[in-house]
């Protein structure tokens, strides 16, 4: 069984440019989780989708954005790219919601974006 | 002060040796997970535990859920264990979220 994959692995980008990022989970898992990781802060908890809804967010500007399709695969979205935006997103799937079930979470190896 | 505090920040070890990481956290929750990252930036999840204690190999993961702590063995220590190890706690209710631990950076040397 395929893991978790993340598109793209890499990203330069500048400052006021936009940028998608693309998960796709472990195939059956239904939940989806995104992180950011940075040197400075960690690792930080940015949303949860679940059957195509929004079910947890983290505390991020709304410039932080993210969706999920019928086949489970998300996306996150950054407006107005900010040079602090710069950081490791991590993607993780599970087969249930993460905060209801005690399902293992799964993680992507994750996309490296840097804002220049 | 953090929710989740880990310790040692930093942990230099000779092959073989058995190894303790530490994580307290101050908020009640419905499970602890430990996580292995290599250099490079993949996260394993190790352990997700709600009590008691668990053993993968030469991993052993153990909570006390009144003292709020968990620690995280690893016996017979090999380099190929490098690694940083993270501790990460879900809170209650129907939107917890995980709170991460700053982690623990593991270097086993020969």
């Known amino acids: 069984k395929a893991g978790v994959t993340q598109t793209p692995r890499y990203l330069i980008k500048t400052r006021g440019q936009q940028v998608t990022l693309s998960c796709s989970p472990i195939?059956?898992?239904?939940?989806v989780s995104w992180y950011q990781q940075t040197p400075g802060q960690g690792l930080q908890f940015l949303f949860e989708?679940?059957?195509?809804?929004?079910?947890n967010k983290g505390n991020f500007p709304g410039r932080f954005s993210g969706r999920q399709f019928s086949n489970s695969r998300s996306e996150m979205n950054v407006s107005t790219l900010e040079l602090g935006d710069s950081a490791l997103y991590l993607c993780?799937?599970?087969?249930?919601?993460?905060?209801?079930?005690?399902?293992?979470?799964?993680f992507g190896p994750g996309t490296r974006l840097t804002v220049l | 002060k953090n929710e989740v505090e880990q310790s040692p920040q930093n942990l230099t070890a000779q092959e073989g040796e058995f190894i303790t990481i530490n994580c307290s956290y101050s908020?009640?929750?419905?499970?602890l997970h430990w996580l292995q990252q290599h250099p490079g930036g993949g996260i394993v999840s190790l352990f997700m535990?709600?009590?008691g204690k668990k053993k993968h190999g030469r991993l052993i993961a153990t909570i006390n859920i009144q003292e709020k702590h968990s620690s995280l063995h690893i016996t017979a220590s090999h380099p190929r264990d490098s690694a940083v190890y993270i501790c990460?706690?879900?809170?209650?209710?129907?939107?917890?979220?995980?709170?991460f631990g700053t982690g623990t950076r593991l270097q086993v040397t020969l």
């Open positions: 989708y679940f059957s195509e809804t929004q079910r």
């Open positions: 535990l709600s009590s």
């Open positions: 990460a706690v879900r809170g209650t209710g129907t939107a917890s979220k995980l709170t």
């Open positions: 993780a799937s599970s087969l249930g919601l993460a905060g209801l079930s005690f399902d293992e979470q799964f």
């Open positions: 195939s059956g898992h239904r939940s």
């Open positions: 908020v009640g929750i419905s499970a």
